[in-house]
């Protein structure tokens, strides 16, 4: 059984302490309500026997109830959860060795396979879609011993920011029910914020792990890329998806990475709570272009924060980015969509081609893809050009954002996650943003996608609240490879930003 040193001492204070620090433990656990725990406190508290795995489930469920208008479930069946509950109750009464997430509910986006709920997508023609094994990603959840919770709500084909999923109806954000969760990954995103569970699975291509979890005060990871599996869920390029977490705490983080990498999180608690030493860039020429004044205040005061915490904060910008991302992110998703999505479809044993579900979906996917991404499309690249893109241009991009970091030996880089906190849902294609008609794409998409598209460590973190109620969040990116150091910086700065209230009704 993995636990790093984030996730050890929470479950020494149970299980493996005296009887006295549990009963303290017991005691601050049952002063403040089962669903605000994070997954290591209810977790530590299921294996000390303060409360049963039923009891939390239950007590989850509630709250997905109380919460029902967010739209954030496609498939949810709580007979099942409790049912799994019990079973995994009666094993930890047997005394069977048990795994490191053994009873914790996980929401799973519904665009990662999974043998016992349809996988959607999000899309008319796979509504009753059911795939014969689980993805990767899901096995290894459930052999540390998850209950794979329901399968949560996304933008269609996870082709946008909004979650305003036609098919199935908009998901809704907890913090304002009439603004948008973010995307593609909205309905996890609106479930970890609304309580409904502290740990739940997203995937990120442009950004779909990261802007719902800035859009509803989340803390969220995308690795390095690859570093968690992505065979087994619905695709749009190879080069940039990936599945991650949202959770309420980086610790979770540190969990979910342990379990799904087999690798111990082994650095010294001093070491976990300093920031001292930290090299930080701040690259404003491109990410700091255009922000709403509570983003662009709430990140500096936030900079300043971890500044005044020890870190060295390196004023200096990525050379040609703007370029390289206008180059090579939306032509190389638009190109690969097809093969990649035809090759799941086929892998899955879905029993229908790309056509047969483009077929079918929504009108807004519909005018997109035929403008795009379907073969013929006017504005779809040419294999020559993806194939340049594919061997030239994305190594050059991926090349360049390695030698900003290890030029200016950069632990990590700031940014504002996105240009504006949570627009009102039907804000689809253009924004008002500083008494301007913005593009959407650009308020949510510009800032994420150097990330997603060179691969590398995206981490998001909760900074504070704009003027009217909604969270605002900070990115940090990291080097390629540097996961263990980016989930220490974010323990870290986690220490200094503080967390956001929980939404109310």
């Not at 799941?344 to 229908?352: K, N, Q």
């Amino acid at each position: 059984m993995i636990y790093g040193a984030a996730v050890a001492s929470a479950i020494a204070a149970c299980g493996e302490a005296d009887d006295t620090t549990a009963t303290d433990m017991t005691a601050d656990v049952m002063s403040s309500p089962l669903t605000d725990l994070f997954a290591v406190e209810a977790l530590a508290a299921m294996n000390a026997g303060t409360f049963s795995a039923e009891d939390y489930a239950f007590a989850l469920l509630e709250k997905a109830e109380e919460w029902a208008d967010l739209n954030a479930w496609l498939a949810f069946d709580p007979d099942n959860v409790i049912a799994a509950a019990r079973i995994a109750d009666n094993r930890r009464a047997s005394g069977a060795t048990l795994g490191p997430l053994h009873g914790l509910p996980v929401p799973v986006k519904d665009s990662v396979n999974t043998r016992d709920y349809p996988t959607t997508a999000g899309t008319p023609a796979l509504a009753d879609f059911q795939p014969v094994v689980d993805a990767e990603l899901v096995r290894r959840l459930r052999a540390a011993g998850a209950i794979v919770m329901g399968k949560t709500n996304l933008h269609e084909l996870s082709y946008g920011w909004t979650s305003n999923n036609l098919a199935f109806g908009a998901v809704r954000n907890p913090y304002n029910t009439e603004r948008i969760p973010g995307g593609s990954s909205g309905g996890t995103s609106a479930a970890i914020a609304a309580r409904m569970a502290p740990i739940g699975i997203a995937a990120d291509t442009q950004g779909s792990i990261r802007v719902p979890a800035a859009l509803c005060g989340l803390c969220a990871y995308r690795p390095t890329q690859n570093r968690y599996p992505n065979q087994g869920v619905a695709p749009i390029t190879s080069l940039f998806d990936q599945v991650g977490p949202h959770a309420r705490s980086v610790s979770d983080l540190v969990l979910f990475d342990e379990v799904i990498t087999g690798q111990a999180f082994t650095r010294p608690d001093d070491v976990l709570a300093s920031l001292e030493g930290a090299r930080l860039g701040v690259a404003r020429e491109f990410y700091f272009e255009m922000l709403h004044p509570d983003v662009e205040r709430i990140t500096n005061d936030a900079i300043q924060e971890l500044a005044d915490a020890g870190a060295i904060i390196v004023e200096v910008d990525v050379p040609g980015v703007r370029g390289l991302v206008a180059e090579t992110t939306d032509p190389v998703q638009i190109y690969h969509t097809l093969p990649s999505f035809s090759r799941y479809l086929d892998e899955s044993a879905a029993g229908l081609t790309f056509n047969d579900v483009v077929a079918e979906v929504s009108a807004d996917i519909a005018a997109l893809f035929a403008e795009y991404v379907v073969e013929g499309a006017p504005l779809r690249p040419s294999d020559e050009a993806f194939t340049r893109l594919r061997d030239e241009r994305l190594p050059f991009f991926r090349q360049t954002m390695a030698d900003y970091f290890s030029d200016n030996r950069l632990d990590g880089m700031i940014l504002p996650c996105t240009q504006m906190a949570a627009p009102l849902i039907g804000q689809d294609f253009e924004v008002e943003l500083n008494g301007r008609a913005v593009p959407f794409v650009s308020v949510m998409g510009r800032n994420v996608s150097p990330c997603s598209t060179t691969g590398i460590p995206g981490l998001v973190l909760p900074a504070g609240m704009d003027g009217d109620g909604l969270p605002v969040s900070i990115e940090v990116d990291g080097p390629a490879g540097s996961d263990h150091r980016m989930l220490e910086l974010g323990l870290a700065m986690e220490q200094v930003l503080g967390r956001l209230p929980a939404p109310t009704r």
